[in-house]
T-cell receptor
Framework: QKEVEQDPGPLSVPEGAIVSLNCTYSNSAFQYFMWYRQYSRKGPELLMYTYSSGNKEDGRFTAQVDKSSKYISLFIRDSQPSDSATYLCAMKRLGGSEKLVFGKGTKLTVNP | GAVVSQHPSWVICKSGTSVKIECRSLDFQATTMFWYRQFPKQSLMLMATSNEGSKATYEQGVEKDKFLINHASLTLSTLTVTSAHPEDSSFYIC?????????????FGSGTRLTVV
């Protein structure tokens, strides 16, 4: 079993739709949960991060972590064509030198 | 914000030759640099972690003699793919631990697409 599982999609939605992206993980030691956005031929950029369980909201984006289920989600409200990208979840254990473990990424297309 | 400049953005080389990829941190000092490889439709896989002035730590299964990492200064880290083969064709990305962003601050380069023919 991979440490982090993410459905690669692709996912195609109309503009204005609510998008739900998800990852599951197996390592209960993960404490930091991140979502990155990666445009084609570019490096990932950090969208949001959450420490331990709970929700975090930033504008149209909401990140949720359910440690009991080992399940994290990213919701995008009022999706825009500019949101079209690959979204990667990433996780790490506590500690400054701990490495990030990434999901495969979900390719999202928002159609105008 | 913090920027990591990665060059080249793409390179094509002949089998058996070596290729060097550079990552420079602009406006900040990168004491730790991470090197990843990403195959199509696959996760970013960590290859190695380098700390300025010391030897890199390689992940299991990554050949340190094939993927040479040099982190000689606080603003420059290089990855050299030696004796490249077609199976080394991939997207290589560096990432620097970004100061002032706690334990989640990582700034990524824009990646290098390597094609070995």
């Amino acid at each position: 079993q991979k440490e982090v599982e993410q459905d690669p999609g692709p996912l195609s939605v109309p503009e204005g739709a609510i998008v739900s992206l998800n990852c599951t993980y197996s390592n209960s030691a993960f404490q930091y949960f991140m979502w990155y956005r990666q445009y084609s031929r570019k490096g990932p950029e950090l969208l949001m991060y959450t420490y331990s369980s709970g929700n975090k909201e930033d504008g149209r984006f909401t990140a949720q972590v359910d440690k009991s289920s080992k399940y994290i989600s990213l919701f995008i409200r009022d999706s825009q064509p500019s949101d079209s990208a690959t979204y990667l979840c990433a996780m790490k254990r506590l500690g400054g030198s701990e490495k990030l473990v990434f999901g495969k990424g979900t390719k999202l297309t928002v159609n105008p | 914000g913090a920027v990591v400049s990665q060059h080249p953005s793409w390179v094509i080389c002949k089998s058996g030759t070596s290729v060097k990829i550079e990552c420079r941190s602009l406006d900040f000092q990168a004491t730790t640099m991470f090197w990843y490889r990403q195959f199509p439709k696959q996760s970013l896989m960590l290859m190695a972690t380098s700390n300025e002035g010391s030897k890199a730590t390689y992940e299991q299964g990554v050949e340190k003699d094939k993927f040479l990492i040099n982190h000689a200064s606080l603003t420059l880290s290089t990855l050299t793919v030696t004796s490249a083969h077609p199976e080394d064709s991939s997207f290589y990305i560096c990432s620097a631990a970004t100061p002032g962003q706690g334990l989640v601050g990582y700034t990524f380069g824009s990646g290098t697409r390597l094609t070995v023919v």
